[in-house]
């Protein structure tokens, strides 16, 4: 019998409302199962970071409207506030980004805001909690830990503050690590120390990994499976490998051809025209139709279902209507309704 | 023969083998104040001793880690930065006697990574366009202005008034590759142009440039992190590390094997594409080192895993690499009379 997923989000929408709505998240479906890493791949303003931050319940409650259902771990994160919420943010899941300057405060040492985490949300005293940083320190590989556990982060390169940052995020043990872009600002000699070291820490800790990127490479060293999105839904999902060689979505193959991963030199590129929409009206038809190549009329009329061409393979194009309709979620395995 | 007399040989102008830049050992160090007298307490080795052609018509891709020098040394080509030693030739003029600052910076055109910040957000994009030209003298700008923007693919009844804010990342980067191509350069230096764009516009980017080369008769100096995009569009490719070139040569000989075990890390450092085979161990170690006071003997032996006295010791030189002449690289494994217990061996970087 296979788990219920540690992670269900169903029929999820997102809008922004202000002089004009912006329907960033539109009925997108994830499941995730314990010790997954997942990546979501997709081009600036695909709803990447939205979906992270909805998670996190990090979205501004005031301008922003949410429908739809995301459980983790069998809890409703809609209904949360209070200590339970804060509780849950950083606790069962926490957030790593881009800029470590967004996670780690200036005016306190690594040490100390480590520390600080851990004696909130595992109810120890000090001097366990500094232990634990010490050890966490460690555990990314910090050279000398001791002394830079007195570090204030701007004491530290690039790299070592993103390690600083992981060690920050899973001081808690968290199960669901949220990674929106953390390798992205790097030089690509750290960025891959960087995605080995997540990879070893998520085989010891056995945590979930959901990793935002729109680098189809970086997917391939950190991902069992990819979520491509595009203008606020999953348009195809699978193993990466299956992604990688059997793209089905024409937006994911324009993706990868884009990447230029051995194209001939010189040859001219086949590229996708023109921009993702502007997202200020609600999807009604394929929001990838206006650039595809391979549109039929039913693309214009109605949003396309998604069809399963093989066992844990989704995709949203009805260039696949030969195959059978997916169910929900997307999950390798049938996920049971608990 | 002395240096001026390698200098006026060199200066040979014109005719399609001139490259059309020669720079000739060009230094750029920054003092590093500090303390309570403002007392200079290090020197950031930007460029240091750094000697390259471009030759007519190519693309010369520059790469390396942040901080190793490229954005430099594109600053010292287009004469926005002052050289602190080293000479720079324009097609055989050399600058600063035989060809002026000012003429020179008309004839090497720069678009830079970040589209917003390098253009005035109180001008429209025709006027953004014209600017240049209008200052310059030179004829019709607003026609010219409008022309290129129909060229890099913006419809000039739709964008010409519309102002940077209203315009997505790959349209201001078209803007500003028109901009460019408005002062009729003869180089034009993208340093991490493309870098900023979705994988999608920056092959619409791509091409673009591509086509923009043959039709006005450019030459590109193409600085990026991305060994993809360094690959489909340059000719030759100079590998930097610390202010130092390393490696340069051609970039089918580059690709294929690497001469520097500096730019054998570089490429061991890409992510690997296929899903079977990934990375399983990061080929350097800790981030890229400060060039504040760089290590002395061959700047890479710190990380380096060829390492041997030799090269804490001794510089190593650009030599040929294999029987390529056209291919160099400066380290000792690749000289055979440097000393190092493994030089001149048939071993991979
Ligand atoms: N607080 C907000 N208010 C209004 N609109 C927002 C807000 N946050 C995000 N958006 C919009 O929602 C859409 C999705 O944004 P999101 O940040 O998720 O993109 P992304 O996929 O993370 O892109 P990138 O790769 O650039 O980080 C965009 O159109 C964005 O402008
Ligand atoms: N105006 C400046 N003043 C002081 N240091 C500078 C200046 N410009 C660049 N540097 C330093 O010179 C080195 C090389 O910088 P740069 O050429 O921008 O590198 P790259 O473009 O390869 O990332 C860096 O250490 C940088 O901090
Ligand atoms: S000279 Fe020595 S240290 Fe430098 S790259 Fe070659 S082997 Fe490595
Ligand atoms: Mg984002
Ligand atoms: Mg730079």
Redesign the pocket.
């Known amino acids: 019998m296979s788990k219920a997923p540690l992670l269900q989000i169903e029929n999820l929408h997102?809008r922004?409302k202000?002089d004009r709505t912006?329907h960033?998240?539109n009925g997108l479906n994830l499941h995730l199962q314990e010790g997954e890493m997942l990546a979501l791949l997709?081009?600036?303003?695909?709803?990447?970071?939205?979906?992270l931050?909805t998670l996190l319940r990090l979205?501004?409650p005031k301008?922003?409207e949410i429908d739809g259902t995301v459980q983790v771990n069998g809890t409703d994160i809609m209904t949360l506030s209070g200590t339970r919420l804060s509780a849950y943010r950083g606790g069962d899941v926490s957030m790593v980004f881009q800029e470590p300057a967004l996670a780690l405060d200036p005016v306190y040492t690594i040490g100390d805001q480590i520390a600080e985490t851990v004696m909130r949300h595992k109810s120890v005293g000090r001097a366990e909690a500094r232990q634990v940083a010490l050890d966490m320190l460690t555990r990314v590989r910090i050279p000398s830990p001791e002394r830079r556990l007195k570090n204030y982060p701007h004491e530290m390169s690039g790299g070592m503050r993103q390690r600083a940052m992981i060690a920050l995020a899973l001081a808690s043990r968290p199960k669901l690590l949220l990674a929106?872009?953390p390798t992205t600002a790097l030089d690509a000699t750290v960025q891959i120390q960087i995605l080995l070291l997540l990879r070893e820490l998520q085989r010891e800790f056995g945590m979930s990994i959901i990793f935002?990127t729109?680098d189809i490479g970086v997917a391939v060293e950190i991902s069992d499976r990819v979520a491509v999105?595009y203008a606020?839904n999953i348009v195809e999902s699978g193993s990466t490998r299956d992604i990688i060689k059997d793209a089905r979505h024409p937006y994911t193959r324009g993706l990868l051809a884009a990447n230029l991963h051995g194209v001939d030199r010189g040859r001219r590129l086949d590229t996708i025209a023109g921009s993702p929409p502007?997202?200020e009206t609600k999807p009604d038809a394929c929001s990838f139709a206006p650039r595809c190549t391979e549109a039929r009329p039913q693309c214009l009329r109605a949003l396309p279902p998604f069809f399963a061409p093989s066992p844990g393979r989704q995709v949203a194009c009805n260039l696949e209507e030969g195959y059978s309709p997916a169910s929900h979620g997307l999950t390798a395995a049938p996920a049971i309704a608990c | 023969m002395s240096k001026t007399d390698a200098l006026s040989h060199e200066a040979d102008r014109g005719g399609p083998r001139q490259p059309l830049i020669l720079a000739r050992n060009l230094k750029k160090h920054f003092p590093v104040r500090s303390g309570l007298f403002n007392r200079q307490t290090a020197t950031v080795h930007a460029v240091d001793d750094l000697s390259f052609e471009v030759r007519k018509g190519e693309t010369l891709g520059i790469v390396g880690e942040s901080g190793c020098g490229k954005s430099t040394t594109a600053r010292l080509l287009i004469g926005l930065m002052e050289l602190d030693d080293g000479s720079i030739i324009f097609d055989g003029d050399i600058l600063g006697s035989d060809i002026s600052l000012k003429d020179m910076r008309r004839s090497v055109q720069m678009v830079f990574q970040d589209s917003y910040a390098s253009l005035n957000p109180r001008l429209t994009i025709s006027d953004t366009i014209a600017f240049g030209p209008k200052v310059q003298g030179l004829s019709d700008p607003k026609d010219r202005a409008r022309h290129l923007m129909a060229r890099v693919g913006l419809d000039p009844n739709r964008f010409a008034h519309r102002y940077p804010h209203e315009l997505s990342g790959g349209q201001r980067q078209r803007v500003n590759i028109a901009r460019a191509l408005a002062m009729s350069p003869r180089l034009v230096i993208l340093d991490e142009a493309v870098s900023a764009l979705?994988k999608s516009v920056e092959a619409q980017v791509l091409n673009l440039l591509t086509d923009l080369r043959v039709e006005f008769g450019l030459t590109y100096i193409f600085i990026s992190h991305d060994l993809n995009v360094v690959r489909y569009i340059s000719d030759r490719v100079l590998v930097m590390y610390l202010g130092e070139v390393v490696e340069i040569g051609p970039v089918d000989a580059i690709y294929a094997k690497q001469a520097h075990p500096y730019t054998a890390s570089l490429f061991a450092a890409m992510p690997s594409m296929d899903p079977d085979n990934r990375t399983q161990e990061p080929p350097l170690a800790g981030d890229p080192p400060n060039p504040i006071d760089p290590p002395p003997g061959c700047r890479f032996h710190t990380r380096c895993r060829f390492a041997e006295h030799v090269c804490r010791d001794k510089r190593p030189a650009l030599a040929a690499f294999g029987d390529d002449p056209d291919h160099l690289a400066a380290c000792h494994l690749r000289d055979p009379s440097s000393g190092h217990s493994l030089a001149g061996k048939e071993i991979a970087a």
């Open positions: 997102v922004f202000s912006v960033a998240i997709g081009e600036s303003g695909s709803g990447k970071s939205v979906t931050k979205l501004p301008r922003t929106d872009e935002v729109h999105m606020g502007s997202l | 979705d």
